[in-house]
């Protein structure tokens, strides 16, 4: 079912094993395309071209882009009791770990008279937006809402494909979360077109431009968040998930398989790897893997992702080229299921998110661990990171000179704008000096 890599002998180094790494055939770029003309048809047509979207690619067109106000208490007051349990527990641990992203301004005196503050200020206006294809998540609008509200945004908007079971509302169970958090601008609009959406607005919704679109979605999402970047700012290009497993002959092959199968079951183009240096263990793996994915419930969607050229078993010489190998994958979330995890941990410079030990498993962070599930896939955590507060935060530096700290720097910055050809820099400085 699974494929095997086999990189023992191989040449322990980055290139190498960044050119070994297995990646789905679906590219962000290839779907480009696609995504910048449903984003150029919200553009020109605005909610038309959204109900139209939503009908040919949703299956259902709705009643009405934006969520009236009693849809939203319609579906909180029929939420599951024990889902709502749930809900709230995990609001209350992100919102604890989301707290300690917003660093506090700090000002630092250069000399008597001369400061530099450094503070975080949040975007006014954000666009949220919460995947529901193959599956439901009402778990990522806590995780994008939370830090959002946490940072300081004073506008949310939120939005979340129309669902043709529901007549074409957005999921309910969304609809409940959102209103628990006190989201009331919701749209039932889905994929690209919702990106475009968010990024320029649609004048007839009255739905206003946003600085910053965050959230998880299929690689079509993923494409138009690369083609609004500029216009607004993005969390990364989160497209299908994927996982890494760096495990060794400690590791228990049932925990193993399981967590590349809870991975696998969110989408055919899911990546489920394992990196071991133990044959026996990558044996084991293997025939878990079959079994589970047999009579586990989304059996073909599972099979799909395990059989992809995208998931592999991969055999290495040892554990410190295991962790090599991973940094070169850059996973969403890693999983470090060794004798000694914490030693590992020292030599991880990429990953989303990281699970150390047999009872941190990644469907612990996707729901109640406290951490962020929106998290950078397609090898991009080597240079992005997880969604968080700090995600919606601007640094920005604060200046704050005398009449005395300014003239003690000024022959330094009359030097400066000599030596630039910028002599006007320098003038700027003596007209305070001399008036």
Do not use: C
């Not at 604890?96 to 630092?108: E, N, R």
């Not at 957005?170 to 209103?179: D, G, K, R, S, Y």
């Not at 919704?205 to 993923?222: K, R, S």
């Not at 809870?262 to 044996?283: G, K, R």
């Amino acid at each position: 079912m699974i494929q095997t890599i086999d990189l023992r002998g191989t040449p322990a180094t980055p290139a190498a094993f960044l050119a070994a790494v297995p990646r789905a055939s679906t590219s962000v770029s290839s779907a480009s395309d696609i995504a910048a003309e449903l984003i150029n048809d919200v553009r020109a047509r605005g909610e038309i071209a959204l109900l139209d979207q939503a009908e040919r690619l949703d299956h259902v067109r709705p009643t009405q882009v934006r969520v009236p106000a009693d849809h939203l208490a319609e579906a909180l007051a029929g939420l599951d009791p024990a889902v709502r349990m749930a809900v709230e527990e995990t609001i209350r641990r992100v919102r604890l770990a989301s707290a300690a992203q917003v660093p506090p301004a700090v000002t630092t005196t250069i000399e008597a008279g001369a400061t530099i503050t450094q503070r975080w200020q949040p975007v006014n206006r954000v666009g949220l937006y919460v995947p529901a294809g193959k599956a439901v998540y009402p778990s990522s609008v806590v995780m994008n809402v939370i830090p959002a509200q946490i940072a300081g945004v004073s506008s949310i908007a939120l939005a979340s494909p129309p669902q043709s079971r529901f007549g074409g509302r957005v999921h309910p169970t969304i609809l409940a979360v959102a209103a628990l958090l006190g989201v009331d601008e919701v749209y039932a609009m889905g994929g690209a077109g919702a990106i475009g959406a968010f990024a320029h607005g649609v004048p007839d919704l009255g739905l206003d431009p946003v600085q910053i679109v965050t959230g998880p979605g299929n690689v079509y999402v993923a494409a138009a968040k690369r083609l609004v970047r500029g216009q607004v700012g993005i969390d990364s290009e989160a497209g299908p998930t994927d996982i890494l497993v760096i495990a060794d002959e400690a590791a228990d092959p049932l925990l193993v398989a399981a967590d590349l199968v809870s991975q696998a079951e969110h989408d055919e183009l899911a990546a489920a790897v394992l990196v071991t240096d133990s044959i026996t263990l990558a044996d084991a793996v293997s025939a878990r893997l079959a079994v589970l994915a047999a009579t586990t419930t989304h059996t073909e969607r599972v099979t799909a992702a395990l059989s992809g050229r995208q998931s592999a078993i991969v055999l290495v010489d040892d554990i410190a080229a295991a962790a090599m190998f991973s940094n070169a994958f850059g996973p969403e979330h890693l999983e470090i299921q060794t004798s000694d995890p914490d030693a590992v941990l020292e030599t991880i410079e990429n990953a989303g998110a990281i699970f150390l030990g047999p009872h941190s498993p990644v469907s612990l962070g996707d729901y109640s661990a406290g951490s962020n599930h929106v998290l950078p896939t397609g090898g991009q955590s080597r240079f992005s990171s997880a969604l968080g507060a700090y995600t919606f935060l601007r640094p920005q530096q604060v200046v704050r000179y005398s009449r005395e700290a300014l003239q003690a720097v000024a022959d330094n910055i009359a030097a400066f704008s000599a030596a630039e050809d910028l002599p006007a820099h320098g003038d700027a400085v003596t007209a305070r000096l001399t008036s």
